[in-house]
């Protein structure tokens, strides 16, 4: 039985689509904060169990008759390291033979900020004697593409990249990557790098805007402070706000660059291009 922590958000509805393509949907767990939020799952015949990352209490018996368990991170940034491992100390109680995390891109060596976080639970899953797989995921594209209103608006795209290189890839590649994963065999002590096939710069994004929306867009590079400034301006949170900046001066240094290829290799296809992703978020 393969389960799917944070099984209702984007990436692990992707992922539950990609296992039914082989899985039977009876020997897949839906493991959600609120499970009245996954009725569509429950109705396409998944098991849909209570697993709150903040209320450790509920985690052991979600996890219950599991082989393979998927921790997708935490979508509480500063939260993440005791939530974490409260899921593994619960998996390692229930018996789960296999532990798949969402890392990040090189998280022992990353520029990030955020990668701290996943260092501490993949130094977690390393002393827990849980067989488990690394899936260091770059950047989502659509963190990038989620603003192409803006930037078509206001015809910039905000960042403090610089001309760091951005080797970004769909979510939807990434999920295909975590359930090939899942399906497969031998994949304990594995750890996966995984990006775009192809690079680009911010200015390249720009780029990218301008041409499908036939808007002038460019990028317009901004100091980390003001940038997180300009962001708060806008409504994020300060926290939120610190974290995206960090991140593009992370990528400044090339936190968010490989050309490995091992996501295309693993899904069996070229990752999703730049322009589709740029296409699909025009069109939303």
Do not use: C
């Not at 390393?126 to 990038?144: A, C, H, K, M, Q």
């Not at 989620?146 to 939807?172: L, N, P, T």
Request: aromatic content about 6%.
């Amino acid at each position: 039985m393969i389960a799917i922590t944070g099984a209702t958000g984007q990436l692990g509805r992707l992922v539950i689509q990609n296992l039914l393509k082989s899985v039977p949907a009876g020997q897949i767990v839906a493991a959600v904060r609120s499970p009245e939020k996954a009725a569509d799952l429950a109705a396409l015949g998944l098991q849909v169990r209570q697993a709150d990352y903040a209320q450790p209490a509920t985690l052991e018996a979600a996890f219950q008759g599991v082989d393979k368990l998927l921790l997708i991170s935490s979508s509480e940034v500063g939260q993440r390291a005791p939530q974490h491992a409260a899921v593994i100390a619960a998996a390692k109680n229930a018996g789960v033979k296999l532990l798949a995390y969402t890392s990040i891109l090189r998280a022992d060596s990353s520029p990030l900020g955020l990668a701290a976080e996943h260092k501490a639970t993949e130094t977690m899953l390393r002393d827990s004697g849980i067989p488990f797989v690394l899936l260091r995921n770059s950047w989502y594209t659509e963190n990038y593409t989620g603003s192409v209103g803006a930037a078509v608006q206001y015809g910039a795209v905000m960042g403090s990249a610089k001309d760091g290189r951005i080797a970004s890839a769909a979510r939807a590649d990434y999920a295909a990557a975590a359930a090939a994963v899942l399906t497969k065999e031998g994949q304990a002590g594995k750890v996966y790098e995984l990006a775009g096939d192809t690079a680009y710069t911010l200015a390249d994004l720009a780029a990218e805007i301008a041409r499908q929306s036939g808007k002038p867009v460019v990028y317009k590079d901004m100091p980390e402070a003001e940038y997180k400034a300009a962001l708060m301006q806008v409504g994020l949170p300060e926290g939120f706000a610190a974290l995206l900046a960090d991140s593009d001066v992370g990528a400044s240094k090339g936190g968010l660059f490989d050309d490995g290829h091992q996501l295309s290799q693993l899904i069996g296809r070229p990752t999703t291009p730049l322009a589709d992703v740029v296409k699909a978020a025009l069109a939303a």
